[in-house]
């Protein structure tokens, strides 16, 4: 009789280190890596591209064994699902980013205010109206001037071709957390 081989557990940094080196190894665009944080005191930490935290990592608290949780948005027309799963072995949490690889991926490409480039054409997708009430129709196009982020206000600003966007993280979050939904690259939309 074979005494069976338990798996053992992963520490957080651990599964955070071998996550970011899956998704980095058969990453498109190897100029553009994502990145991880870690925090021991709060047990927590996360997968991010220059923009956004895009799969976060729950570990069971300071300096305990036991079950990591992860969990990120859902892709496409699924983005307001969280997708959560516990893990507590190496080969559970490749094969949960295996199977997340694809929504990741899709995360980092998405635009978002950060992304936009001074200079560039841009077109609204879906009509919007700002921080001050102008609507913005489908189908309006505009060339970006300038750009500005008042962290202590929450403001952005877009100073366009069409006139000036304001944004105010609360009052327009679903806007600023779904950029890509109402605002894409002229050449692409």
Not at 63 to 84: A, F, H, P
Not at 133 to 144: A, C, D, P, S, V
């Amino acid at each position: 009789m074979h005494k069976l081989e338990k798996h053992p557990v992963m520490y957080l940094r651990e599964a955070i280190d071998k996550a970011i080196s899956i998704l980095n190894k058969d990453i498109a665009n190897p100029s553009k890596p994502l990145t991880s944080y870690f925090s021991y005191e709060r047990s927590t930490g996360g997968i991010s591209c220059h923009d956004r935290n895009i799969v976060s990592f729950q570990g069971p608290g300071k300096g305990r064994d036991g079950e990591i949780t992860i969990s990120m948005r859902g892709m496409d027309q699924e983005r307001d699902t969280v997708l959560s799963k516990a893990f507590a072995t190496e080969n559970e949490l490749v094969s949960t980013i295996e199977e997340w690889k694809k929504g990741i991926y899709w995360w980092q490409s998405r635009i978002s205010f950060y992304r936009l480039v001074v200079g560039r054409e841009y077109k609204v997708v879906r009509g919007f109206s700002d921080l001050d009430g102008r609507n913005y129709k489908e189908g309006t196009n505009f060339t970006l001037l300038a750009k500005d982020v008042f962290a202590k206000e929450e403001g952005y600003t877009l100073k366009t071709s069409a006139g000036t966007i304001r944004f105010q993280g609360q009052i327009n979050s679903q806007i600023l957390e779904n950029f890509d939904l109402f605002i894409h690259e002229a050449c692409n939309a």
